[in-house]
Structure formats: C-alpha cells, structure tokens
C-alpha cells in the first residue's frame, strides 16, 4: 500500500471514530485482529452506567445512600448532561437506582429485585412466542433441584419461616389471596434456601409471571387442603436434612400442580407469554 493510501484510510478511520463518539457509541474498532466484524461497539451512555455501578460497588453504598450532584457526575465521567441522564434513566429502569425531584434529590441508591429480571424473560418469552408451558416446565425440572439443596443447607430460623406459611395458609384456607401470598413465601424461601442466589432470584421471577389466578386458574378448597398436606411433606424432609426425600416431595408437588392445570385448565398453559400478562399478575 503506497503512503497516500495508509494516509487517507488513516484518516477516514479517525473520522469514523470522531462519528461514532458524536453518535453517542464508544469509539472501538469493529474487526478483530482476524478481520472477522465484531459485536457493535457500546453506546457511551451503556459504558457510563457500568462505571456508575463500579462506583457504587467500589464505593459500598446501600439502599438510600445518594449519588454526588449531577455537575459532579459530570465531571467524574466526563460525558455530556445527555449522556449521563440516559446512564441514569437506564439503571432506574433496572431498579439499581431511584430519582428523587426536587431540591435535594437526584439519583438514590436502590436494590434490584426479580421483578426486572421478571420483565426481561417475559418480553424475551413474547418474542420467542413463549407459552406458559414454558414456565410450568422451567419449575417442573429446577424446583426439585432446589429443594434437594435446600435440605442440606437450610437453616433453623429459615425452617421456621416455612413453618409460619404453612400455617398462614391453614388460616387463609378461605382467602384465596391470602392463602396464594403464603405459597408463593414458601416456594421463595425454599430457592434461596438452596444457597444459589441465581435460583433464588429465578424462582422470585418465574412465580411473578405464573400467577394461576391472574391467568384464570382457579383453586377449590379441596385442592388448596392438597397443597398445605404436599408443603408439609417437604417440610417434613427438609426437617431432617434428607436431600432425596426433600426433592422427591417437591417433584411431586409440582407434578401435581402442573397435571392439574393441564386437566382443567388446558388452554391457560397454550396462551402466550405477554408483558400486559405479567403487569395483571
């Protein structure tokens, strides 16, 4: 290649890069060194965000603590007020930050919980054109699996709280929404109790997505009494620590759960997975 032509691709590549910086992009090369195109190049807001959760990290802030002015963050991050309020809009909507108005406010450190992770896999079921077979599945398969761990690591005071929903259910036998808050408590602990923060937060998202009566499925007394006499016989295993016995018990329970709604509720598990879906549950 003669010098004039380095020369011009030279500065034709510094021009694109100046283009993708005014566009809002980091400026980074779209080839590797194989000459393969690589992943488009982040967005300059996307890269701001993940220096912001850095910080927070870094800096071990909690829920309520404040994040420096915006002139401040302005400063730090050295990105335009634009680019900086779309970092910040960004990781509201991901729940790890709230912003307060008014004199005094601005960005407030938040906990993201499984409702965000709820959205994301419900949009990405709508789009895959998901039912909620898929989800009925999904716990079918991990929840034993959860259980079964949960037995060897359960702890006393966590046995107690399982107690304590069991015995909420009893008393809410006639109160659909009491009686189905109680459930949902028992399934929860349970997850995290297996010592797996993923099938925690897993557990927390797939129960706010399948919630029967939102989607129609009904729950007599009778089937309610058979769901406190199934919690109880996980109780009972994860009581003595029996891993066997604890996913045993849970694979029936969700067995039973997913044969009744295949028998009397076929067309709920056949309906798609829809974001307004997840926003009646």
Request: aromatic content about 4%.
């Given at each position: 290649?003669?010098?004039?032509?380095?020369?011009t691709?030279?500065?034709?590549n510094?021009?694109?890069r100046?283009?993708?910086?005014?566009?809002g992009?980091?400026p980074?090369?779209?080839?590797?060194?194989?000459?393969?195109?690589?992943?488009?190049?982040?967005k300059?807001a996307?890269?701001?965000?993940?220096?912001i959760?850095?910080d927070?990290?870094?800096?071990?802030?909690?829920?309520?603590?404040?994040?420096?002015?915006?002139?401040?963050?302005?400063e730090?991050?050295a990105?335009g007020?634009g680019?900086?309020?779309?970092?910040?809009?960004f990781?509201?909507?991901?729940?790890?930050?709230?912003?307060?108005?008014g004199?005094?406010?601005?960005?407030?450190?938040?906990?993201?919980?499984?409702?965000?992770?709820?959205t994301t896999?419900?949009?990405?079921?709508?789009?895959?054109?998901?039912?909620?077979r898929?989800?009925?599945?999904?716990?079918?398969?991990?929840?034993?699996?959860?259980?079964g761990?949960?037995?060897?690591r359960?702890?006393d005071?966590?046995?107690d709280?399982?107690?304590?929903?069991?015995?909420?259910m009893?008393?809410?036998?006639?109160?659909s929404?009491?009686?189905?808050e109680?459930?949902?408590?028992?399934?929860?602990?349970?997850?995290?109790?297996?010592?797996?923060?993923?099938?925690?937060?897993?557990?927390?998202?797939?129960?706010?997505?399948?919630d029967g009566?939102a989607?129609g499925?009904d729950?007599p007394?009778?089937?309610?009494a058979?769901i406190?006499?199934?919690?109880?016989?996980?109780?009972?295993a994860l009581?003595?620590?029996?891993?066997?016995?604890?996913?045993?018990?849970?694979r029936?329970?969700?067995?039973?759960?997913?044969?009744?709604?295949?028998?009397?509720?076929?067309?709920?598990?056949?309906q798609?997975?829809?974001?307004?879906?997840?926003?009646?549950?």
């Amino acid at each position: 290649m003669t010098p004039a032509r380095t020369s011009t691709r030279a500065t034709a590549n510094t021009r694109a890069r100046a283009r993708a910086t005014q566009d809002g992009h980091a400026p980074v090369s779209m080839r590797n060194g194989r000459g393969a195109p690589r992943s488009r190049p982040q967005k300059t807001a996307m890269i701001v965000a993940q220096r912001i959760v850095a910080d927070i990290d870094r800096l071990d802030l909690g829920v309520g603590d404040r994040l420096p002015p915006e002139r401040v963050m302005l400063e730090e991050y050295a990105v335009g007020r634009g680019t900086l309020r779309e970092s910040l809009r960004f990781l509201e909507l991901q729940g790890v930050l709230s912003i307060k108005a008014g004199p005094g406010g601005g960005p407030v450190v938040e906990r993201p919980d499984a409702s965000n992770l709820a959205t994301t896999l419900v949009l990405l079921l709508q789009f895959s054109h998901g039912t909620y077979r898929t989800i009925a599945e999904a716990r079918d398969l991990l929840e034993p699996i959860m259980a079964g761990m949960a037995a060897e690591r359960i702890s006393d005071a966590s046995l107690d709280e399982l107690r304590e929903t069991i015995a909420a259910m009893e008393e809410g036998l006639e109160r659909s929404g009491a009686f189905l808050e109680a459930n949902k408590r028992f399934h929860d602990i349970i997850a995290w109790e297996s010592g797996n923060e993923l099938f925690g937060l897993v557990v927390d998202a797939l129960l706010g997505i399948l919630d029967g009566t939102a989607l129609g499925i009904d729950y007599p007394r009778h089937r309610r009494a058979a769901i406190i006499k199934a919690h109880r016989a996980i109780l009972r295993a994860l009581e003595a620590h029996d891993r066997a016995g604890a996913e045993e018990a849970m694979r029936l329970h969700i067995g039973e759960y997913f044969n009744y709604a295949k028998r009397k509720f076929p067309e709920v598990l056949t309906q798609p997975v829809t974001w307004d879906s997840l926003a009646r549950a």
